[in-house]
């Protein structure tokens, strides 16, 4: 069975306090692993698309990793309107669909 | 911009009731998915559709059925709503091809009483 699995579930940072999120994947055969952002009571906001270990993008103060097991966000000096819920999800071969994770959610104090 | 829209923000509904929840994308994508989002589960697929007139389960269809007449339509039914089908429903669309990032609408939080 395909599982995502996203740490830690909350957290709290300075504005300026540098940070990862993690998101470790076990499936079939990944096609790609997407993040999103997702604010209250919104729908997610696609940020990065992953296909290949080594890979890396970047948005502003976001950089997305990839290894065979796992993502990471980082968040380089992070200002309070980086709060938010960040989710991963993967899509597996054969499969259209996403499978996501339960989402980390990350408040940025000023 | 792509913009998927979902006909309603906010529902409340009687246990028993047959419920609409309604999705248009204006993208011409192919693909469109339906959602539901709880805190602690993250989002579980409930149904897809690839094509008009075509679907295919998710992870959790029970007690749902979906429509697609019309390719940037997508519609969600609660056949005879229940209290544990409250939550944060989620349409998404997306284009058929390897880069198949899903594009989301706002959301539709239903409650049922």
């Known amino acids: 069975e395909d599982q995502v699995t996203q740490s830690p579930e909350a957290l709290r940072l300075q504005e300026g306090e540098s940070s990862s999120l993690n998101c470790s994947y076990t499936v079939s055969g990944l096609r790609g692993l997407f993040w999103y952002r997702q604010d209250p009571g919104k729908g997610p906001e696609f940020l990065f698309t992953?296909?290949?270990a080594g890979e890396e993008k970047e948005k502003e103060r976001l950089k997305a990793t990839l290894t065979k097991k796992e993502s990471f966000l980082h968040i380089t000096a992070p200002k309070p309107e980086d709060s938010a819920t960040y989710l991963c999800a993967v899509q597996v071969t054969g499969r259209r669909a996403l499978t996501f994770g339960s989402g980390t959610r990350l408040q940025v104090q000023p | 911009d792509v913009k998927v829209t979902q006909s309603s923000r906010y529902l409340v509904k009687r246990t028993g009731e047959k419920v609409f929840l309604e999705c248009v994308q204006d993208?011409?994508?192919?693909?469109m998915f339906w959602y539901r989002q709880d805190p602690g589960l993250g989002l579980r697929l409930i149904y897809f559709s690839y094509d008009v007139k075509m679907k295919e389960k998710g992870d959790i269809p029970e007690g749902y059925s979906v429509s697609r007449e019309k390719k940037e339509r997508f519609s969600l039914i609660l056949e005879s709503a229940s209290t544990n089908q409250t939550s944060m429903y989620l349409c998404?669309?997306?284009?058929?091809?390897?880069?198949?990032?899903?594009?989301f609408g706002q959301g539709t939080r239903l409650t049922v009483v």
């Open positions: 992953l296909y290949s």
């Open positions: 998404a669309s997306s284009f058929r091809g390897p880069s198949d990032e899903a594009f």
């Open positions: 993208m011409d994508h192919e693909n």
